[in-house]
């Protein structure tokens, strides 16, 4: 079973490699939750759409960079800083902050949230 701790290292890793489906593919659980401002707020269930999701946004965006902060941990929970910078097809280049909590249960996340700034 992987611990918060490593959850976390790794996400952070993935991520900052523009590795995202496999972040997903590795450490989510099958049944994890995503609350993304993007989305209305919306929860999605689910792995397979998460990484549908995922590989549609992935299909229509050059990511530039994406740089994340050290994690905080409470509990079950930690959170980090993410910053990126992306270019959506047809749109001038962007940067965007947020604030990402995730909630471990036995080695996996279940649930993600945004919070954009």
């Known amino acids: 079973m992987n611990s918060i701790h490593e959850i976390a290292n790794r996400l952070t890793t993935l991520c900052e490699e523009h590795k995202f489906v496999e972040a997903y593919t590795d450490l989510f659980a099958e049944d994890a939750v995503s609350i993304d401002p993007i989305y209305n707020n919306t929860p999605l269930t689910g792995l397979p759409g998460l990484i549908d999701r995922e590989n549609q946004f992935l299909a229509g965006t050059e990511v530039h960079e994406v740089k994340i902060s050290q994690p905080a941990f409470a509990g079950n929970y ?29 080695g996996k996340i279940v649930s993600q949230q945004f919070f954009i700034g």
């Open 78 to 106: 930690f959170c980090v800083n993410i910053s990126m910078s992306f270019t959506a097809k047809g749109q001038e280049k962007r940067s965007v902050e947020e604030l990402a909590v995730y909630k471990i249960a036995n």
